[in-house]
């Protein structure tokens, strides 16, 4: 028998298992919304207005709740017309403009020696404090500008908008209900970003070192079916001692909100979940020939 052929034999099951593709492996998980946030209010007044309803979608910045704010706009309305208000400033230029004529006749008569040097004195002091009632206007209206945007501001908080594209999932006041600030209140909404989701997956510890940050994977999710690409963004770094497993969460694209959240799934980590390679298979040595 040739003693070459079982080194051939040995070469070409190695190719084989080289060139077979990996057995793939799936694990369950769980998708989730990527954030879920209680809408509050963070002053306390009567609801005037809820827009939503449970179930609606929401686009980032809309309007949500507003609250009574027939004082606050009114302040924002006195506070502006302060703000654009013209009439010490015009009147402190016109005096400015007659003080500094002033002071430049005074001048000029004294170097004639038609006036004492006492007279031009007061026509200058007179000119510096038109100077300064020109300037106390400009800061007055400097200062309304400012309490003008505090209005504004105090008004816009009794506006509640969504923080991100998503949908409601559950309304628990109605106008005409108080609104209370803090945490330990009663929120008046509560809305879910399903775009992106959540991927859960727990992974067992061999798998530990083999699933990156940014590596692709498939996720199937039970009830809706189909295969969606979702790429890995968080690999735990502590590991569960007890149950020899660790948690992977996955980023799940879903612009359209066809994928609901909180079903079940599975996740296909494709080539790095596969089987590993075989083990003590090695290619022959060539045999040299003298």
């Known amino acids: 028998m040739n003693s070459a052929y079982p080194g051939r034999i040995l070469a070409l099951i190695s190719l084989l298992a080289a060139a077979a593709p990996a057995q793939a492996r799936s694990f369950e998980c769980l998708t989730e919304p990527n954030q879920v946030v209680e809408i509050r209010s963070p002053v306390e007044g009567v609801i005037e207005k809820v827009h939503v309803q449970r179930g609606d979608s929401l686009r980032r910045g809309q309007v949500l709740v507003e609250l009574e704010s027939d004082v606050e706009r009114s302040a924002a309305n006195a506070a502006k017309f302060r703000a654009e208000m013209l009439g010490r400033i015009e009147s402190a230029k016109n005096r400015l403009a007659y003080a ?32 300064s009632e020109l300037k106390d206007a400009m800061e007055s209206r400097d200062l309304a500008h400012l309490e003008y945007r505090r209005a504004l501001e105090q008004l816009r908080l009794r506006q509640l908008a969504s923080p991100f594209a998503g949908v409601v999932t559950e309304r628990l006041l109605n106008p005409g209900d108080l609104a209370e600030s803090g945490s330990g209140r009663k929120p008046i909404l509560k809305v879910a970003q399903i775009d992106p989701l959540r ?50 969460r996955l980023e799940l694209r879903n612009p359209q909100g066809n994928i609901p959240a909180g079903v079940r799934c599975q996740v296909d980590f494709g080539d790095a979940a596969g089987s590993p390679k075989p083990v003590g298979v090695t290619k022959p040595m060539p045999s040299v020939t003298k």
């Open 100 to 131: 500094q004529g002033k002071s430049q006749r005074a001048q000029k008569l004294q170097s004639d020696n038609f006036i004492s040097a006492q007279a031009t004195e007061e026509a200058d002091t007179e000119r510096r404090l038109a100077e």
């Open 199 to 248: 991927v859960e997956v727990v992974l067992p510890l061999e798998m530990y070192g083999k699933i990156r940050t940014g590596a692709s994977a498939i996720v199937m999710p039970d009830s809706v079916g189909g295969r969606h690409s979702a790429r890995v963004i968080v690999v735990d770094r502590v590991l569960d001692a007890a149950s020899g497993t660790f948690g992977v």
